[in-house]
């Protein structure tokens, strides 16, 4: 993380419409330097887009360090509306296998539909092994918002649990997940 942190302050910020000496900023800047989030190639980051279920399976997987093994688990998922040949279906098998991600209900994932902010902050629980934490403190999505907040996940940002999150929302609680101990 230290290093990380040497990189984003050494690295010529590359996004026109997110300003580097802010808290978003510097979320960004640490999270596209790692390759976990990156923007655009008309050098904008568009932080007040919203993530979809898609890019945060790719988002997880990359903040874990699974890009490789995402690229290799490229193909056929389970799920009926996951194209073998769509961009994320090997960040949506790995997320999904880790029971990180959780489809729709029917066989559908619905990669293109919005994450929300509950959905963001549980896949990040998840992800860095909270879960059980989660669980005993009421579960979805009461106990893993609860988690998020008592680890500091949550610092420095604010949603509600059932709006569509924002990409710069997701670069905070990302960059605060990347420096909470996993269990």
């Given at each position: 993380?230290?290093?990380?942190?040497?990189?984003?302050?050494?690295?010529?910020?590359?996004?026109?419409?997110?300003?580097?000496?802010?808290?978003?900023?510097?979320?960004?800047?640490?999270?596209?330097?790692?390759?976990?989030?990156?923007?655009?190639?008309?050098?904008?980051?568009?932080?007040?887009?919203?993530?979809?279920?898609?890019?945060?399976?790719?988002?997880?997987?990359?903040?874990?360090?699974?890009?490789?093994?995402?690229?290799?688990?490229?193909?056929?998922?389970?799920?009926?509306?996951?194209?073998?040949?769509?961009?994320?279906?090997?960040?949506?098998?790995?997320?999904?296998?880790?029971?990180?991600?959780?489809?729709?209900?029917?066989?559908?994932?619905?990669?293109?539909?919005?994450?929300?902010?509950?959905?963001?902050?549980k896949m990040l629980v998840v992800a860095i092994g909270y879960e059980?934490?989660?669980?005993?403190?009421?579960?979805?999505?009461?106990?893993?918002?609860?988690?998020?907040?008592?680890?500091?996940?949550?610092?420095?940002?604010?949603?509600?649990?059932?709006?569509?999150?924002?990409?710069?929302?997701?670069?905070?609680?990302?960059?605060?997940?990347?420096?909470?101990?996993?269990?």
């Open positions: 993380l230290a290093f990380a942190m040497i990189l984003s302050m050494g690295s010529v910020f590359a996004y026109s419409d997110v300003e580097e000496g802010t808290t978003v900023g510097q979320a960004v800047g640490i999270l596209s330097n790692l390759d976990i989030l990156n923007g655009y190639e008309d050098g904008t980051f568009r932080p007040d887009e919203t993530v979809t279920r898609a890019q945060m399976a790719a988002i997880i997987c990359r903040m874990l360090g699974y890009e490789d093994q995402a690229q290799s688990s490229m193909g056929s998922t389970v799920f009926t509306d996951v194209e073998a040949d769509h961009w994320a279906s090997g960040y949506i098998n790995l997320a999904s296998q880790q029971g990180i991600i959780n489809g729709k209900g029917n066989g559908m994932f619905d990669p293109e539909g919005n994450v929300t902010y509950a959905e963001a902050v059980p934490m989660a669980a005993t403190k009421g579960g979805w999505p009461t106990g893993y918002l609860s988690v998020a907040n008592s680890t500091k996940m949550t610092a420095g940002v604010g949603g509600a649990a059932d709006v569509a999150a924002l990409r710069s929302t997701v670069a905070m609680l990302t960059a605060n997940a990347i420096e909470i101990p996993v269990m």
